[in-house]
């Protein structure tokens, strides 16, 4: 009895420890296609960055993604923002270009549309001209034509109103302007995740869509003396037609902001949405979101 016992341990000993190394392999085997599963959190240049799923509004990525920085002009969002959301918008109306429009750009070196005085443009080519050359001519006309007040002054400061107004309506804290186009005194900021909403936002809008993911447009406008010129445009987004998806949204640089890029992708249905705020140079914020897309993408 003694050794028939001994041999029946021995042999759910034996079964045991087969069982566990099996157990074991399996186990590794599956925390290994786990780890796999995961990819490794991007290491970006700039301060800020923050990127979501658009559709769940899921946050796949955030470094600092609440703290205020200086956006520069990917302020230009919510000015498009808040011109497509005016009621009975026409966006064939015709504005008249004016000196000021002109002057303004050359006072702040500010980049331009090239909107030449008296020329006639839609509020449809100023969107295009406010967010592929990323014009400040264009973002002060339609300031101008949107704001309400019978001056110019008391229409953009309208307009700025309705900007903190919707930023309001979103929800959000940590977002301020004082300016139209990004060039600011100052109280102009928001975060990665602020702005990535307000661009979520603004991408539900069709016209929006379709703007920023134009990369080059010739427009037809209506000359001072009644005949036409066209204004070529390019999109200043190096994205589109370099990532495979991209489908928007806006660069912005400035000495507070230095290189920024609110950038949407979407890829087997999934659509994913995400700013970098503050980098280091034009490269190294394309080649930013480039990374935090791949990233969000395998999540």
């Not at 301020?176 to 990665?192: A, V």
């Not at 000359?223 to 489908?247: D, E, Q």
């Amino acid at each position: 009895m003694k050794t028939g016992l001994k041999g029946i341990n021995r042999a759910s000993v034996a079964a045991t420890v087969t069982l566990t190394a099996g157990a074991v392999l399996a186990g590794s085997a599956f925390a290994s296609t786990a780890q796999a599963a995961t990819p490794p959190t991007p290491s970006i240049a700039a301060k800020g960055g923050f990127v979501m799923n658009s559709g769940t509004a899921k946050t796949l990525y955030g470094k600092a993604a609440d703290t205020r920085r200086s956006t520069g002009s990917t302020t230009k969002i919510m000015t498009a923002k808040v011109v497509l959301a005016q009621k009975n918008l026409n966006l064939d109306s015709k504005v008249t270009v004016q000196k000021a429009y002109s002057d303004y750009i050359v006072s702040k070196t500010a980049s331009s549309a090239r909107l030449i005085v008296g020329d006639k443009v839609t509020v449809r080519q100023l969107l295009y001209g406010l967010m592929l050359p990323s014009g400040c001519d264009a973002a002060y006309a339609l300031a101008d034509k949107f704001g309400s007040g019978s001056t110019r002054a008391a229409r953009v400061k309208s307009f700025i109103g309705k900007m903190n107004a919707s930023a309001k309506s979103l929800g959000l804290k940590n977002t301020h302007f004082d300016s139209f186009d990004g060039i600011g005194s100052g109280s102009n900021y928001s975060t990665p995740r602020d702005l990535t909403k307000i661009a979520g936002s603004a991408m539900k809008n069709s016209t929006f869509r379709t703007i920023v993911k134009t990369k080059s447009t010739k427009q037809k406008v209506t000359t001072k003396s009644g005949g036409y010129r066209y204004m070529s445009w390019t999109n200043t987004n190096p994205l589109l037609g370099s990532y495979s998806g991209a489908i928007g949204v806006k660069t912005g640089s400035g000495p507070s902001a230095k290189y920024c890029l609110v950038f949407a992708a979407t890829r087997n249905g999934k659509t994913v949405i995400g700013t970098v705020l503050t980098s280091t140079s034009a490269t190294t914020r394309t080649s930013d979101a480039k990374k935090l897309l791949d990233y969000a993408f395998k999540k």
